[in-house]
């Protein structure tokens, strides 16, 4: 038995030194890291934008990216797409309390209901055209009780050659009563008695700036050739990354134009899909670069941009942009970090961090942060690629392990035989007939 416990004690022994030998630090399945510089050396909130050599090389989510201090301690973050937002939720009620005010206004009131939610705008709609109406909003949470919540504001509608323009919308701070009221005063020079309110709605609008990322892409030769039976012009353009774009913007040099186009993506030309088309415009006089937006966002590489000219010039193409809305990572800093901050990137096995940071951001961003900027993507010294099965990195191991056991096995067998001999042995005396002797 003595053997048998050696024998495991080497077999444990050279298990814990393989496994030591691939040992790897918190950061080492990390290929590659962008330093923070400085500016983020206090405790706050701040953010970088994400650059493009970090988005082409981390997962497309990017929840493979990881921040940390010179102590190796991880500081959470959340991604922010800032893409623009304008979104209007209706909350639908009834109207009720229609009358006037003496010869110069009207009200209503509305009942928006227990499930309101939150508003803070309202639609109101009324009678007549070329008009330019005073009103003031209240709310309040009894239908009697009113808190004043907008005034001054205005709305208007105009008519003119077949054309109309009209605003009939309302902001006020955001508010949960479920009743409102509205009046809406006469238009002195137009109106002759009070408007007539034929619909009052709450809404809920979000509407959030956007920030757009531009980067410069090379304008490639263009190729001749057919498209739908018309002479085309094609551009196979490579963004230099493999990044997340919903537009390209182009300076061209002709004064005026009106081609249809399309854009083409994909890294094999024998499969590319549609992504955007219509008419390239231009009337002379006009100079802005020409805008094209994507039917959606795309993470892609190389675009196709074909345009047919039928029987005119090619386009005189001069300058190529990709855009899509930034990205940001934010963070906040509880104490004084050691420095320097590293974002580590491009490891695509990482597991999504779900960070209660990310979760607890809109709060937060009450708070503008401080943007900071991040030096050049640089190979972390530490990075041990992902390992492979432990059969494969060591494959002298399984022999060890394979010989060990079997050593091992053979001892037990052979001890067990010993045994068994020796009790068939004592066995076989107890039992023969005394020595006539």
């Not at 003031?136 to 208007?156: M, R």
């Amino acid at each position: 038995m003595k053997r048998l416990a050696f024998v495991t004690m080497v077999g444990f022994a050279v298990c814990a030194l393989v496994i030591s030998a691939f040992a790897q630090t918190a950061t080492s399945p990390w290929a590659f890291f962008v330093e923070i510089s400085s500016g983020a050396e206090a405790p706050g909130l701040y953010d970088v934008t994400v650059p493009l050599e970090v988005m082409d090389k981390s997962r497309q989510d990017l929840a493979d990216l990881r921040l940390y201090d010179a102590r190796g301690k991880e500081v959470p973050y959340a991604v922010r797409i800032r893409s623009e937002v304008d979104d209007r939720l209706v909350i639908g009620g009834s109207l009720f309390n229609q009358a006037k005010i003496g010869l110069t206004a009207s009200e209503a009131s509305v009942d928006l209901g227990e499930d309101r939610g939150e508003h803070n705008e309202v639609e109101i709609e009324t009678a007549g055209t070329n008009f330019r109406r005073r009103v003031a909003v209240e709310g309040g949470d009894t239908g009697t009780d009113w808190k004043t919540l907008q005034t001054g504001a205005l709305i208007f509608g105009f008519e003119s050659q077949n054309k109309t323009v009209q605003s009939d919308r309302v902001s006020y701070p955001t508010s949960r009563y479920r009743y409102l009221r509205v009046k809406v005063f006469a238009d002195e020079l137009t109106d002759k008695e009070p408007p007539t309110i034929t619909n009052v709605s709450a809404v809920k609008a979000v509407r959030a700036k956007g920030e757009l990322t531009t980067w410069d892409a090379n304008v490639p030769a263009y190729q001749l050739l057919r498209n739908q039976g018309a002479p085309s012009s094609a551009w196979n353009i490579d963004l230099g990354a493999r990044v997340p774009c919903d537009r390209l913007i182009l300076d061209v040099d002709d004064p005026s134009f009106s081609r249809a186009f399309q854009i083409e993506a994909g890294e094999d030309p024998q499969s590319l899909r549609l992504v955007a088309s219509g008419e390239l415009t231009r009337r002379i006089g006009e100079r802005a670069p020409l805008v094209i937006h994507f039917d959606q966002e795309e993470n892609v590489r190389k675009l196709r941009l074909l345009i047919r000219d039928y029987s005119n010039q090619t386009l005189t193409i001069t300058a190529i942009k990709g855009g899509a809305p930034a990205r940001q990572a934010v963070f906040e800093l509880k104490e004084v970090p050691a420095q320097p901050l590293r974002l580590f990137f491009g490891n695509p096995n990482a597991t999504a961090p779900h960070y209660d940071f990310e979760k607890e951001l809109p709060t937060r961003l009450s708070i503008t942060p401080v943007r900071i900027g991040v030096g050049p993507a640089a190979n972390n010294p530490d990075y041990k690629p992902e390992p492979l099965p432990l059969t494969e990195r060591v494959p002298w191991l399984i022999y060890i392990v394979l010989t060990l056991s079997s050593i091992a096995l053979g001892l037990i067998l052979f001890s067990l035989a010993r045994s068994t001999i020796r009790i068939g042995y004592r066995a076989e005396n107890r039992g023969a007939p005394p020595s006539d002797s």
